[in-house]
Each structure stands twice: as C-alpha cells, then as structure tokens.
C-alpha cells in the first residue's frame, strides 16, 4: 500500500487571515516543505523548526509521522508546487506556486497538472491513501466548489473560521475570472485553472490514474479532500472513492461531511485523536479545534487502528517526535486569529 | 553505493550549433527528463521517444540504463533545474533551468543550489558515483573554468567541436557579467552564478556533501566533471576525487583529461565501450565520435566491468532497449553539424 502526501503552496494563502499553517507568510511558503520532510525524515531538513500556527498548534504532519513510525508505509512524496523544494525523494507534478484566486488565472497549468499526476498515480501499489498540504488549501477548495456549483460547507485551521472572508475572497476570484457559480459544471480542470490550486489538480490526477487501474483510494482529509471528490464527479468518474478524516473536520458545524458524502456516494470514515485525553500543552490545542486535519493525519490514524495500533500509542510517538524537535514559535500576529 | 543522476536546462543550450543533445530546441529541453526516466524505468515516460542527435546518435542514456539491467545500483535522480520534471521520484536541488550565459547573472540561486545538493549528498549511501545530463553543459563548463581561470580543454558531443563558437559565446558571457578570465578564482559559486548551469552547482554540491561524510566520490563524466573537480578545488575541497570517462572524451584532441587530472590530483579511469565491434548502425556513431559521454556512461561501464559485465553485455543490453522504443527521429538542422 502507498500513502502519498500531495504538498504545494498557492498564493492565496498569503492573504491575512485565512490559514493557520506557519502563522506568518515566509513561515507558511515552507510549511508544505516541511510538512514533507517531518512525514519522511521524521524532522524538517530546509527549516529549523516544526511549524505550529499562531496559538502554538504543532503541524498534523506529526502524528502523520507517528503512524509511519509504528506501520511500514511506503511513502510517496508529491511536489505539486512547493515554493521550496523538499531535501527529500519528490515526484513533481507541478513546477510553480498556485497565484492569488482573485487573478483571472491563478493555474494555467492545471490540466497539465491533473495528466501528470494521473500518470504517476498509475504506477502507486494499491491501495493508495491521499494525504495533502497546502496553507490555504480550504478558501481554493471553497472556489473550485463555488465554480463547479457544488455547496461543500468550508472548515479552517483556525479556532474561529473566517468563513465571511472565505466567500469574499472567493467571490472576488469568481468575478475576476468572469465567472458566475456554476459556471464550470462539468469542467473541472477549468474550474481548478480559475479558481484552484495546483494540490487539488495532483490530488485528483493521482485519484483518477490510480482508480483506473482499478486500485482503491482513500483521500485522507477534510474540506480539499471534498473538492476533488467533487472535480473528480465532474469529471466523469465513476469509481467508488473513500474519505477518512478526524472528528475535528466532522464536528465542524462550518461543513457537513456526512451529507457531502451521501450525495457523492462517498463512503467517509471517522476517527477521533482524542486529544483531550493528552495533558501535551501543544497537541491539546488539537482538542480545542485547531489544525483539525491536514497532511492526511485522518487516513493515516485511520491506517495505524486498523493495524491494531491504540490512539494513545500514535498520540505519545508523535510528542515524542514533538519533543526531540524545536518548534517554530512566530509572534502572534492579529490577522491570524 | 549510489549512482546519482543530475539533470537540469540551460538557456545556453538553444544557442545555435552548441549541443547533439535532443537535435531541437524543443526535444533538447525534454532529453534530461527522457534521459532520466530511461535510466530509472527503461524508456522515456514524458515523451514518446528517445533522444538521438541530429544524424541519429542515441542517448548515453541507454548505456547508463542497460548497466543498470545487469548491475544492482541505488539511483537517486537530482533535479538541478530540468525544464521539465519527470514522471518519476527525483530530488529537487534547483527549481528553474539556468539561463543564457550571456545574460549578466544566469544562474543567480548558484550557492542555494550548491547548499541544498550539499545537504542531499550527506544523505546518500556510498561509495557515490556521480552522473549529469544537461544539453548545453560543456559550454557552461567552459564558462565556468575561464571565470576561475582554469584551462581545462573543452570536448564535445557534436562530430565536430564548434569550439570556436563556444569561446565566442563564453566570451561574450564574460562581458555581460563584466568579468575577465580568472576574475572569479577561489570564488566557484560566484562562477557558477555568472557563468555556470544548475547542474555543475548540485553536482559540486552533492561531490561535497557525500566527501564531507567520508564517501569516495567518482564523477562519471567528460568536460563537465574537469570543471567540478576545479570548482571543488577552487572552493577548499582537499579530499580525493575520481573521474570515470570514456575513451571517447580522453582520445578527444580538444581536452586532455589526463593532465587536468594530474594538476588537480584526480585518479581518472577510462572505459572503452567499444562501440566500433558493433555492427548496429545507431550505437555505432559513439564510435565516430559522437555522444562521447554524458549522463554517467563511462563510470557506469567502469561499475559493470568491476562487477564482472562484459563490454559486450552492456551493448546488447543497450541494444535490446533501444530496439523495444521508438527514437525521436528528427530533421538534421544544418546549424547542428
């Protein structure tokens, strides 16, 4: 089985406000760099630092690592537009950052993006979970869904979802690109080219070439990993797909996943961190309804219980990871609340 | 042990006349993914076909590959700037390809690129041999090695060498960045920035990080790796360095391996591939003195005779390969020859 870790960055994340990944927007361009490198090497190799958001949440990528750390995994490491390319083994799907969604087009290559991924994601040994990283990946997510016409609902990293932002900044992108939601219903690599971001497009590519070959895949996230069930939809695919995220994702009042799922036919999986039962100051802030998901940590604890491992022995590896590792602690700045 | 493969563009490469690698502009900034993809998979993955020069010489590509068939290698492919990325794992050391040398500052991340290779070679298993690919690479060589005042001979792998035309072209280099020859002396990741290609930097880069942790390192290559062992020398590497080449590029009159190798105390082996005992008409043209070397051939060969390969099992091997896949055939233009 593979799990492969989509990683990227797009512009749009340097927006205030909207993303808790990094905390400051030099810190949020490596954070998927990062993120890679923790899953891979068990600590970052371009930074100094784990990255934590403004309040102190630590990456997901931790307990992602974690599970690697207790079950053999092969990993496979997707560039899908880092700004920084990982010290690590990459596949590269997408040579460049995503833009602002509110320019006319923030991914010209996105379709290119999507055939590259589809053709790497043919050769991934089956089963294949997803995994993504990407700071402000929920407010592009929101805009693929609003081009395509499909309500998801929209979660955060932050403990108070700027969710008003979101749409504005999104109805900005869909009247940059001259468009109307809905306009690009069954064109989902349009929809990526004008209101995505080059993770969505990896993400979906590696989805659709895995399904061919008839592999089973499971898309480890919460509100991105909807919009490629969507796009994928849209375009036409008819395999049957799985989501697992944490119960974070799914208690959020801010969107619906069970609902999303029923009307995809989408089997969606649960699982709870139990991060309150943690007296870990940092992972406690998980508890509290930050970072929620991100870096497939859903579908990687997911892995872990099936093979038998308990939560706690995911929770008390990753602090271990936590503590043998500087975290990179940023001033809070008021935007980031 | 490893073999790490190297591959990256240079805008120096669509200068008229300077380069066999890939025929046209087009193919030649394809034939380091292809020439990568074909070592690690066998055929080229991002495009149809392999790369031939303009009279129908193959790749050394093939070789590299067909020593592969026979021998166990670890291959780790390094991406200094590929214009673009394969469809397999690489590590990325470079994210643009390097520009013009006539431009004032083509390589402007040159100590970035030499940093991150540094940190990738320390991780690599060793002994480390070291290959590249990148169409245009013995003109930047040449650039490289007259801003640090090196002579070092330049080869090839056209028939016949426009040494001339690379001179000029290098000259013309050295003014835009109003530099004289030797300017740059004990200063390399200058050099590299003003004159070189991203290759040479994540070449010298992984020479240095693997040397540091006590691994011997062979550079398996012509002109291109007499400029690392200067750029090495020049940036205070004291530890003792192989270079591993053809007979092709140490019978070239216009290099004379043996002597750089004796002033910057290199051991240098060289292979014979014996190409002219080769009835097939395609691999034949190495023998009249085309190709020459690139993308490690003549370490790779050195590899499979001292695992006990005969030189004739490597060329039926390369053969076989190059029977099963199409080459990408294309019009001689007159400026090639």
Redesign the interface.
């Known amino acids: 089985m593979t799990f492969a870790l989509v990683g990227g960055t797009t512009e749009t994340a340097s927006i205030p406000g909207i993303s808790a990944a990094g905390g400051n927007p030099e810190l949020m361009a490596v954070t998927p760099t990062a993120d890679v490198e923790i899953v891979e090497r068990g600590e970052p ?1 371009s930074t100094d630092a784990i990255p934590v958001s403004p309040t102190g949440c630590p990456t997901p990528a931790l307990l992602t690592r974690a599970v690697r750390d207790l079950v053999d995994l092969d990993l ?1 490491v997707i ?1 899908a537009g880092m700004a920084r ?9 997408a ?2 950052p995503g833009g602002d969604i509110r320019s006319a087009m923030p991914v010209p290559e996105a379709e290119d993006i999507w055939e ?1 991924a589809r ?2 994601g043919r050769d991934l040994s089956a089963p294949l979970t997803i995994g993504e990283t990407i700071p402000g990946g929920t407010t592009t997510a929101l805009g693929v869904c609003r081009a395509l016409g499909v309500d998801i609902g929209v979660s955060s990293s932050l403990p108070e979802n700027p969710l008003e932002r979101k749409h504005r900044i999104v109805s900005g992108g869909l009247d940059a690109s001259d468009l109307s939601p809905g306009d690009l219903a069954g064109a989902p690599r349009e929809a990526l080219r004008y209101q995505g971001d080059p993770v969505l497009a990896g993400v979906a590519g590696l989805a659709e070439g895995a399904l061919s070959t008839g592999a089973s895949v499971t898309l480890a996230g919460g509100t991105q990993m909807l919009a490629v069930v969507a796009l994928l939809d849209h375009a036409g695919v008819e395999d049957s797909i799985e989501v697992a995220t944490t119960r974070y994702v799914a208690d959020d009042p801010a969107t619906d996943i069970h609902r999303v799922g029923e009307r995809f036919d989408v089997r969606v999986t649960v699982t709870d961190p139990e991060f309150e039962q943690c007296d870990h100051l940092a992972l406690a802030r998980f508890a509290n309804g930050e970072g929620k998901e991100g870096v497939g940590m859903g579908g990687a604890i997911a892995i872990a219980q099936e093979r038998g491992h308990s939560m706690k022995a995911v929770r008390e590896t990753a602090i271990q990871r936590y503590e043998t590792v500087p975290t990179a602690r940023v001033d809070t700045p008021s935007e980031g609340r």
């Open positions: 190799i496979a560039d390319p990982p010290a690590i083994e990459t596949t590269v799907v040579d460049q590259r053709t790497v």
